[in-house]
């Protein structure tokens, strides 16, 4: 039987740990932290991770699948005109597959829950990712990293003929980038019918009668 599977995103040492690449460098545009006041930071990343972690604990309870995807760099897996693009991050060692930035932080699977590797922002670029949701899952339940980033471009994927799952996000699970994160949410709900969970208490209290 299929099941709603809870899919954890680019939770990795690049883009959360204190010395990963986005905090070691903080950007050129963003000198009080990730991007500023009210926005992206060290602090505020560690508290999605609290959430995160909240919201497998509670999954595994529940005996539901929990899935896990990792974005990598490496000249092999991107397109040229992305890697051009990447080129100068990568050669600081920027999501080098291999090495500790491409490692998970703070979580860590167990059992048989799936890890997965993509290959730029849509994890379902991974065949063997694709396959997986087509064959065990009911509905994806997004979390992670970044909200308008690769959050959007797996929303969008799962929408599309040939996959057509439903997705729902836990909104405090997650963060945005570039954008304001209520008008991302917005725009995942009106483009991608994405249902939104504030948190993890209001997805089980919106889910008691349909957590299949």
Same mark, same amino acid.
């Not at 949701?133 to 994927?157: M, N």
């Not at 799962?158 to 057509?164: D, H, L, M, R, Y």
């Given at each position: 039987?299929?099941?709603?599977?809870?899919?954890?995103?680019?939770?990795?040492?690049?883009?959360?740990?204190?010395?990963?690449?986005?905090?070691?460098?903080?950007?050129?545009?963003?000198?009080?932290?990730?991007?500023?006041?009210?926005?992206?930071?060290?602090?505020?990343?560690?508290?999605?991770?609290?959430?995160?972690?909240?919201?497998?604990?509670?999954?595994?309870?529940?005996?539901?699948?929990?899935?896990?995807?990792?974005?990598?760099?490496?000249?092999?897996?991107?397109?040229?005109?992305?890697?051009?693009?990447?080129?100068?991050?990568?050669?600081?060692?920027?999501?080098?597959?291999?090495?500790?930035?491409?490692? *998970?932080?703070?979580?860590?699977?167990?059992?048989?829950?799936?890890?997965?590797?993509?290959?730029?922002?849509?994890?379902?670029?991974?065949?063997? *990712?694709?396959?997986?949701?087509?064959?065990?899952?009911?509905?994806?339940?997004?979390?992670? *990293?970044?909200?308008?980033?690769?959050?959007?471009?797996?929303?969008?994927?799962?929408?599309?003929?040939?996959?057509?799952?439903?997705?729902?996000?836990?909104?405090?699970?997650?963060?945005?980038?570039?954008w304001p994160q209520d008008k991302?949410?917005?725009?995942?709900?009106?483009?991608?019918?994405?249902?939104?969970?504030?948190?993890?208490?209001?997805?089980?209290?919106?889910?008691?009668?349909?957590?299949?």
């Amino acid at each position: 039987m299929k099941q709603k599977t809870l899919l954890v995103v680019d939770v990795q040492n690049e883009f959360c740990h204190p010395d990963g690449f986005f905090a070691r460098n903080k950007l050129t545009c963003n000198p009080e932290g990730f991007f500023g006041e009210g926005k992206l930071s060290v602090k505020s990343i560690d508290k999605v991770v609290d959430n995160i972690e909240s919201a497998i604990a509670h999954f595994r309870k529940e005996g539901f699948p929990i899935a896990y995807v990792r974005g990598v760099g490496d000249p092999q897996f991107l397109s040229k005109s992305r890697f051009e693009r990447y080129k100068e991050m990568y050669e600081q060692g920027f999501l080098k597959d291999g090495t500790n930035s491409t490692a *998970f932080y703070r979580i860590k699977p167990i059992g048989e829950e799936q890890v997965f590797t993509k290959w730029g922002l849509d994890a379902f670029s991974d065949t063997q *990712f694709r396959e997986y949701v087509q064959r065990t899952a009911s509905g994806l339940i997004l979390t992670g *990293f970044f909200t308008d980033v690769c959050i959007d471009a797996i929303a969008l994927r799962a929408e599309e003929k040939g996959i057509g799952i439903p997705t729902e996000i836990i909104a405090d699970c997650t963060a945005s980038l570039y954008w304001p994160q209520d008008k991302q949410l917005d725009k995942l709900k009106m483009l991608y019918g994405t249902r939104i969970h504030n948190s993890l208490s209001d997805y089980v209290l919106n889910n008691q009668n349909s957590f299949s």
